[in-house]
């Protein structure tokens, strides 16, 4: 009966349950499908994205929403050439079909193992020195733990779209992160620090007033704002100003910043996490007057689904335990 292949259906005709006005217990199988549907399209966000998801033609997808529509007498879903939207009547049958599905696919995860050992291959995405510092041992841990999973690591200072390269899980560091069919959890709390060697700081001096910003050369993280934008307070004032920089130095690698400032190219704003070692060690100097930091978030991504698979489920799970209390 299940020819979208979606796992669900059978279970959402046996549940015989009434929503939305309508009776289900006398509702056809066809119309309960096409419900299912309906309910994969509006996670998608797209037709397209529901027929990949259940496995089938985007030309079936759209009959059945068609097929929906034309039965209830309403209009469900605003479509334009760029995004759907849901119509008043499509968020109130939504609100009910999805409860129906998301028990659904509880019980076929049950039946078909879902929440056993993780298996196959976990393909994680995150920042070069984020990884290159402080993802080594988590990954270690997990594959101690899951025997069953191979992990592929990419580092990539620039955010990818996940569904598109096939990443599981991606490590994101950012002041706010969203974004459209991507769930996200926060695993840890970061701020920006303004850093320089003390060698080129014995030579140009301390920065002791924005103003001095002027004999001083700055480099710049170029693929984060945040790092294009120094925060400065003013003396004996609240009011927070970003004064201009000139960039002696940019880069879109802030591995490649951290290096730079420990050379004494000059000064920089960089992440806690990345250059607290430095600091402990005496190879930075953070200078605090009036600068103002950046509060970061440090997430792990993953694509949205109606069933997170248990590898990625269990790998973020980790993480969050592995950052609740992160070393720097």
């Given amino acids: 009966f299940c020819v979208l292949g979606c796992g669900v259906c059978v279970f959402v005709v046996g549940v015989g349950v009434g929503f939305c006005g309508l009776a289900f217990m006398g509702a056809s199988s066809d119309e309960i499908l096409a419900m299912v549907v309906f309910v994969r399209v ?9 027929a990949a998801m259940l496995g089938v033609s985007k030309s079936v997808v759209s009959a059945r929403v068609a097929a929906l529509e034309a039965q209830l007498g309403v209009r469900l879903l605003h479509r334009t050439t760029r995004k759907l939207s849901l119509t008043q009547e499509g968020q109130a049958l939504y609100e009910q079909c999805a409860r129906v599905v998301a028990a659904a696919d509880e019980a076929s995860a049950a039946a078909s193992g879902a929440g056993d050992e993780p298996r196959g291959v976990l393909r994680v995405d995150a920042p070069v020195a984020f990884a290159q510092e402080y993802l080594t041992a988590p990954i270690a841990a997990y594959l101690a733990r899951h025997p069953g999973v191979r992990v592929e690591l990419s580092m990539n200072d620039r955010f990818i779209d996940l569904a598109d390269q096939g990443i ?22 970061d701020h920006t620090v303004l850093v320089g060697a003390p ?7 301390v920065l002791d007033a924005p103003d001095d910003l002027a004999r001083h050369d700055c480099l710049v993280y170029a693929l984060l704002k945040v790092s294009q934008e120094w925060r400065f307070r003013a003396r004996g004032s609240r009011e927070v100003f970003t ?8 880069a879109g690698s802030g591995a490649v910043l951290r290096q730079a400032a420990l050379g ?8 806690t996490f990345m250059v607290a070692r430095d600091v402990a060690e005496g190879r930075l100097r953070v200078l605090v007057d009036a600068f103002v930091p950046t509060k970061l978030g440090i997430y792990a991504a993953y694509p949205e689904s109606p069933r ?16 609740r209390t992160p070393r720097w």
């Fill in 42 to 50: 509006v996670q998608a966000r797209s037709f397209t994205g529901a």
């Fill in 168 to 189: 599981d899980v991606a490590i994101r560091i950012a002041s706010r992160l969203e974004g459209p069919r991507v769930v996200v959890r926060k695993l840890a709390t």
């Fill in 199 to 205: 060698a080129y700081l014995a030579h140009r001096g």
């Fill in 243 to 250: 004064p201009p920089i000139e960039a002696r130095f940019s």
């Fill in 264 to 271: 004494g190219m000059g000064l920089a704003v960089l992440p």
């Fill in 308 to 323: 997170v698979p248990g590898k990625t489920r269990a790998f973020v799970d980790l993480l969050a335990a592995h950052f």
